[in-house]
C-alpha cells in the first residue's frame, strides 16, 4: 500500500490499506483516495462493533503535513477507536518513530503456552561416575518432529535412549524426538568433536554442522580428517531422515581453531555458515584466511545443492580478535544479519565495521555478494553475545546481554541510549529497521542484584497465527535470570522469584512494541539453570521448542516432571516444548471477476478485508498480498465478511473442524469478491494543502477513486 500519513521518519505498524483500481485521467496532478480499515488486533481496549448499516459516510482531515481520508461504513466511534490506538502504536520521539515508545496498556491479556513434552538428558557411567552435558541447538520439523544436540563425554541418557560416550575425549549426538518427544535415535554422532548448530526449513529438510576430530557418523556414511585437526561438516537430510548431501570444510593447521559457529537456511535452501578462524580453512572450492595470529571472523554462502558459491573472511582484525554468536537469513530482503562480538573494528569485503574498544556489532549482508549493507556496533563493558533473528518490512530483531560498571551508566545503541542500572546485568532486546536503526528497544533489569542474560532469539515465520491476532508480529527471547529476594522486582518480565539461584526463561515480545506478551520459567526448580537455544515450527504452527540445562535433580514443565537420578549429579540438560493456546484458519480474499469461487491466472487478490470469526467476535484483516490467518480457540469457528466492499457480494465460507485440541491449523477459507455489475460510482474528495488565509490564495488536493464495478470512460473532474 501507500505510506498513510506523511509524517518525518515515521513507521506506521499493521496498517492494511487496499490498492485502488485503475484511476481514470484528471487534469493536473493525479491521486488517489484509499478506502481504508485499520485493526490493531492485539490492542482494542474493546472489541469494534458490528456494523449497524451501510451509510456511505464521508469525512477527512487536511493539513500542511499531510491528509488522512476515510470512507467508511462504521460507526464513528469505531475509527475514533482505531485512530486512538494506532497513534498510541506510533508515537514520535525527537523526531524518529520508536514503535513501542507508548505502552499499550488496553492490550488483551495473553493466556501462557502450555508445555506438550519435556525430556531429561544426563552422563553417567555404569559404576556411578557422573559427567557434565551440554544442550547446544534445537530445531523443529514440520510434522511434530524435534531435533536436539548434546555434547557429552561419559555415555549419555536422553529420554530413556543411551549413546556411547568416548571419555576423555567429548563426543556428540543430533537426537530425532517424535510428536510426543520420544528420541527416536541419532541423525549425526560425532567422536571427539561437537555439534555447534541446526537448522530446519519450510520443507522439513534438516541442517547441522559439527566440528570434527574423530568420526562423525550420519545414516550410512562417515566422514574424518585427513589429518589431526577439527574440520568443519555441514550435512543435509531431508524430512524423513535421508541424507541428501554433505560438504566438509578443512583447516590448513592441526593447531587452528574454530570458535562459536553458527549456520542458517535461506528462502530457497542454500545455507549460510559463520564463525572464527585461526587458520587457513578451505571450505567446497573457496579458502578463507584469517589474520595471522588473531581469531578471525568468516561467511560462508552453500548453494541448496551443497556447493560452496562465497566465503569471505574479515581483515585489519585487532589483536583481541572478531567472532561471530549468531546468524540469520532475511527471506523477505534476500539479506543476511550476523552478530558478534569483538573489542575491536574490522573490514568486510571493503566496508569498515566497528571501531576499537567496540564489544558487539551487528550487520546485514547481500546474501548473493557477502557485501555490507548497513552496520553498527555498540561500546560495552564487557563482551556479549548478540543474537538476530528476521523481523518483517526488512527490520530485524537484536538481543544481548549487558553488565554497568559500579557507578552504573548508559551504552548508546546505534543513536539510542539506554540507561544501566547499578551493578546490573540485563537483557537488551531491541527492533531495528533495515538500516539498523533503532525503531524500539527493552531493556529488562531487576532491582537487588538480579540479573537477566539471553543467549537466543526467534521470530516468528511471516503468517504465523499468534494468540491475541496480532500476525507474525512477535519475537521470542530465552535465556536466565535471578531474582533473589521476595522484594526483588524484574522490569519487562513477569516471572516468579528464584532465590540464590540462576533459572531459565522463555518469553514472547510483541513485535510492534516490544512489550511482554508471555514470559515462562523454563524448568520450575530451585537450582541453577539456563535455556541456550529455542526453534520455532518453520509452517508456522507457532510450537516452540527448547534446550537448556539444570542442576536439579527434578524439573517441572507445568504438570510435565523430568526427574534425573541422584547419581548424575553434575549439569544435567532437558529438551521441552511448548504450545501456544490458539488454532489458525488461513486463507485468501481475492476478486473472483467470473464468479467461480477459485482464483484464477488475471484475478488479483484483496488487502486490507475485514473478517469476523465467530462465536469469538474477534476481527482480522487481510495482508498486502490478501492472505490472512485467523487465531481462534477450540471447538468450530466461523468466518465472514461483516461489511464486504461496496458494490461486492462474498459466498459463504466453510466452517472449520471441531478443534479437540490446540496447534492446529485449517486452511482454505477463502473469500471470493464478486463483482455486482453495471455499478458505476466515482468518488472525489478535495482536501486542502495548507491554511487558509485571508487575502491569499489556497490549495486544494483533489482525489478520486472509482469505486463502481464498471470501467470508466476518461474525462475531467469539475
Known sequence: GEELFQLPSATLPNRRIAPPPTPIPIRGEEFFSY??????????????PRPRHSSRTRFGFGGATGALRFSLATPLR??????????VRARLVGGAALLGAATAASAQPALPPVYQWATGAYSLLSGGTAGSVIARATAQGIGGDTYSAYRYVLPLTVGGQTFPGNSPQPSAVLVHHNATGTPTGARLTVTNGEIVDIATDASGNLYALARVRGTATFGSNSYSPSAIRPDYLLVKWDAA?????????????????MYTDHLTVGA???VYVTGAITSPLTFGAQTVTPVAGRSTLFCARVGAGGAVEWAIAATNVGPNGVWPTDIAADPATGSVLIGGSGSTGFIWNGSTVGTSGDELFWMRLDASTGTVQSDFSVDLNNGATASVAPAENGHSYLAFSATSNPAGGSLILNGATLSIPFLAEVGVVARLDAAGLPQWVQVLSGTDSSAVRINAIAAAPSGTVLRGGIGSAQCYIAGSYSLLGRTSTLSGLTLPATGWSQLGFVSARDGLTGQETWSVQAGQSTFNGAVNDISLQPAGSGDLTMVGYSNADTLSFNSIRVTYPAASSQQRAFAAKLTQSYNSLTGLAYYDTNANQQLDTGESTAAGIVLEAAPSGQFYTTDQDGGFAAAVGLGSHTLSLPNPPLYYTVPPVSASPAFTSYGNISGGHDFALQAIPN???????????????????VKYRATYRNVGTVAIAAGDVV
Open 35 to 48: 478506502h481504508i480499515a485499520i485493526f490493531l488486533r492485539d490492542t482494542r481496549p474493546y472489541p469494534p
Open 78 to 87: 469505531f475509527f475514533l477507536t482505531m485512530l486512538h490506538q494506532l497513534l
Open 241 to 257: 531422515g535421508a541424507v541428501q548431501w554433505s560438504t566438509p570444510g578443512t583447516v590448513a593447521s592441526h593447531s587452528g581453531q
Open 268 to 270: 530457497a535452501g542454500e
Open 679 to 697: 455499478q458505476q460510482d466515482v468518488r472525489v474528495h478535495l482536501t486542502p494543502v495548507g491554511r487558509a488565509r485571508p487575502g491569499f490564495p
